[in-house]
Every structure is written in C-alpha cells, then in structure tokens.
C-alpha cells in the first residue's frame, strides 16, 4: 500500500510536533531538527565519497544517532506519547571519541590552524562539520528556552570534533597534507 507523500497541512506555514502541538515552521524546534536532518544528509554524500569501509560503517551509525535526534527535537516535551521514541546513550558519544583518539594516534600534530580544502571528500567533511556546529548551536539556543536533554548536545559537540579529525584522517590517508591558515600581518 502506498501513501500520499503531502499531506497540505503544513501550506500555511504550521506543522505538528511528535504529541500533537501544532507550531510555525519557523520555531525553534523545527529549525534545529531540520538542521539535524540537513546534516544527516551532509554525512551520507560524505559516507558515498569515502572509499574506507570502517569510516562508511561508523557514518552509518552517526546517520542513524541523527535520526534519533531528530525524534527528540521533534516531540513536545510537555506532552506525554505513546510512540516509542529512541534514545542516544553515553556509548555513542564513547564511540565518537575512541574513534577520534584512534585517528588522531596516526596524524601529524596541528601546527596551526589549517584551512578547509585539499580534495572534494575532505572539504566535503568540513562542511559536515559547519553544518554540524550549526546544528549544534541551533540546538543551544532552544535548549535555553526548553528542555532539551544535555547528551544531545554532548553528541553534537563530540560529532563535530570527530568530523574535524576525520577530515584531517582522510587527507592524511590521501597523502594530501594539512593547508596551514598563515594570517596576514
């Protein structure tokens, strides 16, 4: 059976939250889950042009922790549901840092900070990265004005850190070294 992908109930500019409160497209919550789905779909063009199979699978895991984000920002979180929604535990943050120390074991060390760039898959990560910290900061600001659980933010920041490194992983891996920012005095 299939559905109708357009409902034409959001033609006004509204859309429901997960418990069933109506909201503007434009609030808050809506801004930071669309981020959240926008960099979901910024990791998976990163997972297709990386040829490492074991970087593909921790995309992978990182493309599903967004989706379980989503859902998150996407419930009123005054409002009690009957939908199982899933959650983000304390291993996939653990996950993301063994995943940076593991990478970072075999880079050089930053001598300074280093510009965006070297191939299409790294400056493809870095954006990810950007869209990433947006994400994150979007997520802030609506956490100042609603409850917002504090590991979603924790994932966020340690996911933008294992975006940056693994930009760094995948030029090292191509032979193409870090582009150092020299500022202009």
Known sequence: MSFRIYTKTGDKGTTVLIGGTKVSKAHLRIESYGNADELNAYI???????????????????????????????????????MALPDLHKEDIQLLEKEIDAMTEKLPAMQSFILPGGSIPVA???????????????????????????????YLNRLSDYLFVLARYTAWQSGITDIPWKPRI
């Open 124 to 154: 493809q990560l870095h954006i990810a990265r950007c869209v990433c910290r947006r994400t994150e900061r979007s997520v802030v600001r609506l956490a100042e004005e609603s409850p917002v659980e504090a590991i979603v933010l924790s």
């Open 44 to 82: 998976g063009l990163c997972r297709d042009l990386l040829p490492d199979i074991h970087t593909k699978e921790i995309l992978r895991e990182v493309q599903d922790r967004l989706f379980t984000i989503g859902s998150v920002l996407a419930q009123d979180p005054g409002k009690k549901t009957k």
